[in-house]
Structure formats: C-alpha cells, structure tokens
C-alpha cells in the first residue's frame, strides 16, 4: 500500500504541483508527427499535463506548441486560419507565431506596436524518430534532446503510435513494469499474436507463472528483472528497463521488433500511452508495420478519426465472455493493450493505493515509487535534477537471456542492458 498524501504527489501532476513541475524536467513525447504531415496544415489539439495546447506547423516549417486559447477573449484557436507564417483567430483576427508571440491585431490603427505587448505561453517543439516531442519546464534549464534508440534509429527501423487511456498516468505505468502478469492476462496472445508468436521464451513464460523477481537500481531507473525456469536449472531472465518518470522497454522475444511505452499525463484522469516497436539492427517488415497499423502487438484499433480505442470503457472493450471460457483470451478482452488499458481503467481515475495488498511480485512497483517519491522530494526541496533527464540514462535495452543460475542478471545481462548502434538485442 502507499499513504494517502505519497499517493496525491505521484498522481497529481498539473503545473503547480512538485510532479508536474518535475515532469516538466524532461523531454515528453507531444503528438506524431504525422498529426502535423505539412506546412500550413491544420492545427492540433494537445493536452499535456493537465494544460490545453495547440501545435501547429507554419508556412515555413516551425513547429510551434502554444496556448489553445486566444489572449483577446479567449476562443480555441484550432478554429484559426493556419497562413503566412501564423496562427490568426477566427474571432477578430488576431494572430501568433510559433512562439506565441502576436503579430498582428488588425482592428488597431496603423503602425500601432500593441502586438507586440502580448504574448501566449509556449513550448518548444521539436521532431525526433516520428514523434514530436516538448519539454514545458523553464527554457533555461531545458535538457538535451531526448536520445532514446527507438528515436534515433534509421526511420525503417522503428513506428510509434499512441492512444487516449483513461486512467492516471501512475497505474498505467505499474501495468508497464510488472511482469507477471503476462502469464496470467496475456497468455492467451503470446503464441498467436504475429508480434509476439514463436519466440522460445514465450513457453517460459507460459511454464512458469511464479516468476522471482529481482530489481535493481540503474542511473535512470530501475533494471527489473524476472527470473523464471528453464531447462537443466538454468534461468530464463526477462529484463524490463524502466526510466524516470514513465518509459518502459519490454524483454524482447526471439528476432520480433522490440517494443515499450511511455505513458504521458494529459491530466490526472487520463493519460497518453505511447507504444513503439522497433528494431535496433534491422528495418520492420511490411509483415510487422501491417500488424502495427491493424492494432496487433501493443498496438490498438481505433474509433475512425481518433486516438480512442475502439474497445473502450463505453462497450465493455468488446468483451468476448465465449473466448474468455474456451481460453482464447483470459480476460476475454482482445490483444494486448486493451486487455492492459481495460483492467488499468477498471481500477477507477485514480486507484486508492491506501487499499492494495502488494505481493513479492509487485517488487518492481514498490521501488519504483520509492524512487519517484524520492527524487520528486529532493526536486522540490533543491531543485535537483531528477534521474532520465540526462541522455545517459536513455541509451539503455531491455533483455531476455538464459543464464545459468549462479550468475547475478545484472552482471550476465550487463553489456545486453546497453543501446549500442548496429550491435543486435539479446532476446529468446
Ligand atoms: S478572441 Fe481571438 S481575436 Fe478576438
Ligand atoms: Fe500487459
């Protein structure tokens, strides 16, 4: 269980709490690029730590992430007219560049400067492996730019989507880091599912549903690992990286692309997870990028037009109570991230921790609250910078090896926990 007040600082993460200003640390992803495919095109509504944003790309390509609302009187601007290096409002015309800054009022008289008084809050947004991403802390103590392997491999090599959940960010983030329950929810998928089937480790997996868990402190996080048997007493480890705040790669199975999450607040009721699959020696097949658009793998389908998963909250996910009793599915709900985002959104906006029963398995959960309590405790006592901010801390895999059992995983999988360029992931 976590106490009631530990609960509120990790969950609450709009602009004047300590998480929300610690998020604020570090580079988040924003929207796809995609969303904005051109110049001058559309604007895009952006919800992102409980603040309401536009993006917008202008006529000359800048990429911009400003305040949804307009500083005269207050309409969205996703009503505005995207042209000649600007954003004007539908209303009376005013209009703001990629910073914020207003540029024009064309009610007042020639040559007046009173544009140039106003200003709307903005954000940095910059393009990085298909994903724009924004950092909204102080622009003095802006970091460097993100260095994640799934954003800078060649473009071939990697695709990245994302989908609206509606649960906080924080319980989103545990189903992320804890292993076990792959052998209970998803055990229904990994033999069939095109992104995860035929993989050696899955009947591990599958054989072994207590898994013992051993998790370690890295410089960004936590290395989590999961040990379960295999064959003449040797150990099938899973390692699942986890990077502060909320970045998680999943142990990869056989020569499959590799996959994880970052899971993004848009408030404290809902949040963004982002889900990529890459591979970090070789381009995805059209085989693995078909999956992907058909909502396979970690992927979902969506309702036409939106983020939303097609199975949501408001049909029961699609719920196939026949499969769950013929053992098709578990929990009778449809692939990966549904039956994930099904059972994290059953939980409530935000669960009451102060109710849990935690078990041995949840070790990877507990220290991962231990160390987001600390590091947002001496961020806002000291403002110091909190672990994942630095590069270093990004350039990291998650691992699946056989090891044999007097070998400590963090010494067996030591070279294998490294993002190196063109050196292939260790994976059963
Ligand atoms: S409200 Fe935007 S110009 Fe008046
Ligand atoms: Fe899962």
Redesign the pocket.
């Known amino acids: 269980m976590l106490r009631k007040d530990h609960n509120d600082l990790l969950t609450q993460t709009g602009p004047d709490t300590p998480m929300g200003r610690m998020f604020r640390s570090y580079w988040i992803p924003a929207l796809l690029s995609e969303e904005l495919p051109e110049n001058d095109c559309p604007p895009v509504r952006v919800k992102l730590l409980s603040e309401r944003l536009l993006a917008f790309r202008d006529s000359e390509g800048r990429l911009g992430l400003i305040d949804e609302f ?6 969205s ?1 996703w009503f505005g007219r995207n042209e000649e290096c600007g954003l004007r ?6 209009k703001y560049d990629v910073t914020g800054q207003c540029v024009d ?1 064309p009610s007042e008289p020639e040559g007046s400067r009173f544009a140039r008084k106003v200003t709307l809050t903005s954000y940095p947004l910059v393009e990085r492996g298909g994903v724009l991403w924004t950092c909204m802390g102080p622009a003095d103590r802006q970091p460097p730019l993100p260095e994640w392997e799934f954003a800078t491999v060649p473009a071939a090599q990697t695709r990245t989507t994302k989908r609206w959940q509606e649960s906080n960010w924080l319980q989103a983030m545990e189903g992320g880091i804890d292993s076990s329950h792959v052998s209970f929810l998803h055990r229904g998928d990994l033999n069939s599912d095109p992104m995860f089937k035929g993989a050696r480790g899955n009947q591990y997996n599958l054989s072994d549903s207590r898994p013992v868990f051993e998790v370690v402190e890295s410089p960004g996080g936590l290395y989590i690992g999961a040990r379960r048997n295999a064959e003449k007493g040797h150990y099938y480890w899973r390692i699942t990286q986890w990077v502060m705040p909320s970045f998680t790669m999943i142990a990869p199975r056989g020569n499959h692309a590799v996959h994880g999450h970052f899971w993004i607040p848009m408030d404290d009721e809902s949040c963004w997870t982002w889900s990529f699959d890459y591979h970090p020696t070789r381009e995805l097949t059209g085989a693995e990028l078909d999956a992907i658009r058909d909502g396979k793998g970690i992927h979902v389908k969506y309702v036409p037009g939106t983020f939303r998963p097609l199975a949501n909250k408001d049909n029961d996910y699609l719920i196939d109570r026949a499969a769950q009793k013929a053992g098709r599915t578990f929990s009778g709900v449809e692939g990966f991230g549904m039956q994930d985002a099904s059972l994290q959104e059953s939980m409530g906006p935000i669960v009451d921790r102060t109710k849990e029963h935690l078990v041995s398995t949840d070790s990877g959960i507990i220290m991962a609250r231990q160390r987001l309590l600390r590091a947002v405790k001496a961020f806002a006592a000291d403002g110091v910078t909190p672990p994942g901010v630095d590069p270093e801390h990004q350039r990291v895999r998650s691992a699946a090896l056989i090891l044999p059992p007097d070998q400590p995983f963090k010494d067996g999988a030591r070279e294998a926990m490294i993002a190196r360029p063109a050196v292939a992931p260790s994976s059963v």
């Open positions: 307009c500083a005269h009187r207050g309409v601007l409002c539908s209303y009376h015309g005013w009022v």
